[in-house]
């Protein structure tokens, strides 16, 4: 796993804070100094931050758990989609389809999705079974176009909502969240639900309700792109060492599948040598 140095970090600007007056006193700890109103962060707490929450992201991801991505803002949107379409890219020779382990939202977090998860689970069958229709010209030709029209206009609604989490079976093993501020609603189910959460936390976050908190400007787009591509990565890179371990699994079962043969024939010898002691001793 490559390591962010210093450096980058600066370069990216994510020591930028937010204005003293909008600050939270419980992140004074991640603040280096302020100037100009403005706070620093230190990047040395940073870099800690970056590191731990990238080894529980690839950890999560050499298990096969499911990482939900959170991240509504405006500055934030198009980096999450275009990195996770590239990871699924990498990860399309894995065993299982990526789409079924890394999922995102957006648009607007809906409530419930982690509280009331079976009841919005519904609306993820509702888009799925309005792509079928569309996509089934023999179904479409029981109906008019008007009601054709009303699907179609509902399948986007869906999507705006549930695009990136239409797939999900079950509830995510955890969330990566950019700025912990603004999704506090998601925060807050992933509390009550017990899903442990990896998030940017900016000066004006609490960081005590974040189980591992990388503070860090969450609106600068470099800091984004930067934060959001390694840990990224890292669960990419997690998930391929699973698919490699069960390779190395299964290379091991067939290897023992062609010596249960070779210990069968030893038996058989061992068998037949005792018989003919046994003609010996009788004679």
Request: hydrophobic share 40%.
């Given at each position: 796993m490559r390591e962010i140095s210093l450096e980058e970090l600066l370069e990216a600007g994510c020591h930028f804070g937010h204005q003293v007056t909008r600050s939270n006193p419980k992140a004074r700890d991640f603040v280096f100094e302020s100037r100009d109103n403005i706070q620093i962060i230190d990047l040395a707490k940073t870099k800690e931050g970056l590191d731990e929450a990238a080894v529980f992201v690839k950890n999560l991801g050499q298990k096969g758990g499911k990482l939900l991505v959170v991240a509504t803002k405006k500055q934030a949107k198009d980096i999450v989609e275009q990195e996770i379409l590239r990871v699924r890219e990498l990860l399309k020779t894995s065993q299982n389809a990526p789409e079924?382990?890394?999922?995102?939202?957006?648009q607007r977090w809906i409530g419930g999705?982690?509280?009331?998860?079976?009841?919005?689970?519904?609306?993820f069958q509702k888009l799925t079974d309005l792509r079928n229709k569309l996509t089934n010209e023999e179904e479409k030709g029981k109906f008019t176009k008007k009601e054709i029209g009303l699907w179609d206009k509902e399948k986007q609604r869906l999507e705006s909502f549930y695009a990136g989490i239409s797939s999900m079976k079950e509830k995510p093993d955890a969330l990566f969240i950019v700025d912990s501020h603004l999704e506090h609603l998601a925060v807050k189910e992933a509390l009550a639900t017990g899903v442990e959460t990896v998030a940017i936390v900016d000066t004006n976050s609490d960081p005590f309700v974040i189980d591992y908190p990388i503070p860090a400007n969450d609106d600068a787009v470099g800091s984004i792109k930067l934060i959001v591509t390694h840990i990224l990565d890292a669960y990419a890179e997690g998930y391929k060492s699973k698919k490699t371990a069960t390779t190395e699994t299964l290379k091991d079962k067939e290897t023992l599948k062609e010596k249960k043969p070779a210990a069968t024939e030893t038996l058989k010898e061992k068998e037949t040598l005792k018989r003919k002691r046994k003609n010996v001793s009788k004679k």
């Open positions: 079924e382990s890394l999922f995102y939202v957006t999705i982690l509280t009331n998860f079976s009841e919005v689970s519904k609306n």
